[in-house]
């Protein structure tokens, strides 16, 4: 699909000290046209409903839709954690959160399968599998998983195995490219499951750090990259992950627009 057109999202991750309004405003001047929501709950206002309501109303008026939230991650959020009572814990706090996310009409949530593994590979995805399926059965009907690949080859190995056990109905791949360069060869997750995508995280790194950098400042192939999702059928929404979530050492607004000028120099 040559000839395949796209359009562009970037995430709120760019950059968690600025304001979102005012990162909204600067997403729709350079032409993204949606926008996915992060983890962090100075941008999700997590389990504020009320600030919630009025971010998707700040959303709405700068002509952007939401394509994703992020789930948020990190201990009480591990869903292959050793302990069962710390995993079960895990699961109620993300099917909060994917009911706090149904409440403002958000399609899709993005997840991270576990968190730090401390113990067998085989173990953490059982654990990770049983977690999983419990929350697809107690899951908001309207609100689609995205699995994301982790940075290293645990994490890769992981995602792997989860998109081989669930199906597209139950789960969707958010493919993170900066995470697949620290995890091995290029484009071995996307290559295999490409045909998974709901909605993905782009950006650029050099194969030593997760840098989350423009596209074109590390080395990964954009151009083999693009193959890829030209013969994905359905998918054509293309969300960049650029930034570090922390203050840029680029003006904001700076580093926004460059973005957006790569995303039509790769992508057309």
Request: with cysteine; glycine share 6%; aromatic share 12%.
């Amino acid at each position: 699909m040559a000839n395949k057109k796209y359009r562009f999202g970037i995430s709120t991750t760019v950059d968690y000290s600025a304001d979102i309004q005012t990162l909204l405003h600067l997403f729709s001047k350079y032409g993204f046209r949606f926008v996915s929501i992060g983890a962090d709950t100075r941008h999700n206002f997590f389990p504020d409903n009320e600030k919630f309501s009025i971010m998707i109303g700040w959303i709405n008026e700068n002509n952007l839709e939401i394509d994703s939230i992020h789930v948020p991650f990190g201990p009480e959020y591990d869903l292959a954690d050793p302990a069962d009572h710390k995993r079960k814990l895990a699961i109620e706090n993300v099917l909060k959160f994917l009911e706090y996310a149904d409440a403002g009409n958000i399609p899709i949530a993005i997840l991270h399968p576990h968190y730090y593994l401390t113990d067998s590979l085989q173990g953490a995805l059982d654990r990770s599998t049983e977690s999983l399926c419990e929350i697809v059965s107690c899951k908001p009907q309207r609100i689609r998983l995205a699995i994301e690949n982790l940075p290293d080859k645990s994490g890769s190995w992981i995602a792997d195995q989860l998109l081989t056990l669930f199906d597209s109905n139950s789960v969707g791949f958010c493919y993170d490219s900066s995470h697949e360069n620290l995890s091995g060869p290029p484009f071995h997750l996307l290559e295999k499951h490409y045909d998974r995508l709901i909605t993905c995280h782009l950006s650029d790194n050099n194969g030593s750090s997760d840098e989350h950098l423009i596209p074109g400042r590390g080395n990964i192939d954009w151009l083999k990259m693009k193959t890829y999702f030209d013969r994905s059928e359905s998918f054509a929404d293309i969300l960049f992950e650029v930034g570090t979530g922390e203050a840029l050492s680029d003006r904001v607004e700076e580093y926004v627009r460059m973005t957006s000028l790569k995303a039509e120099e790769i992508f057309g």
